[in-house]
């Protein structure tokens, strides 16, 4: 059975930086696409960052380029998100997601996806 293993997060002052970390385990077969997002309280999940895993392109939502990279290892079905310039907006549950097989859509749509990591608390301060 395949599982999203979300690690990192946690809290840090505006400003400050985060790296968030997501493997894939139960699976020998390299993900088509894996993304992130979030999902702050009251709100809609978010899409963040996508990274296709056969070549390596990627997406950002407007309101992280520039400030967040993502980046993955195929080989081990695992990307990483590094935080960079956070804002108090920033503050959320930050997902993984991931999708095998046939693309469903775009990497920073949550329909998009068949699997999802558990989620993982981010907390900026001003």
């Known amino acids: 059975q395949v599982q999203l293993v979300e690690s990192g997060g946690g809290s840090v002052q505006a400003g400050g930086s985060l790296r968030l970390s997501c493997v894939a385990t139960g699976t020998l077969s390299r993900a088509s696409y894996m993304g992130w997002f979030r999902q702050a309280p009251g709100e809609e999940r978010q899409g963040v960052a996508g990274?296709?895993?056969?070549?390596?392109?990627?997406d950002y939502d407007d309101s992280t380029e520039g400030r967040f990279s993502i980046s993955a290892d195929g080989a081990k079905n695992a990307v990483t998100l590094q935080m960079n310039s956070l804002k108090p907006e920033d503050t959320a549950i930050y997902y993984c997601?991931?999708?095998?097989?046939?693309?469903?859509?775009?990497?920073?749509?949550?329909?998009?996806?068949?699997?999802w990591g558990q989620g993982t608390q981010v907390t900026v301060s001003s």
């Open positions: 990274i296709y895993m056969h070549g390596g392109s990627t």
């Open positions: 997601a991931a999708q095998w097989g046939v693309a469903l859509g775009d990497v920073l749509f949550p329909t998009s996806y068949s699997h």
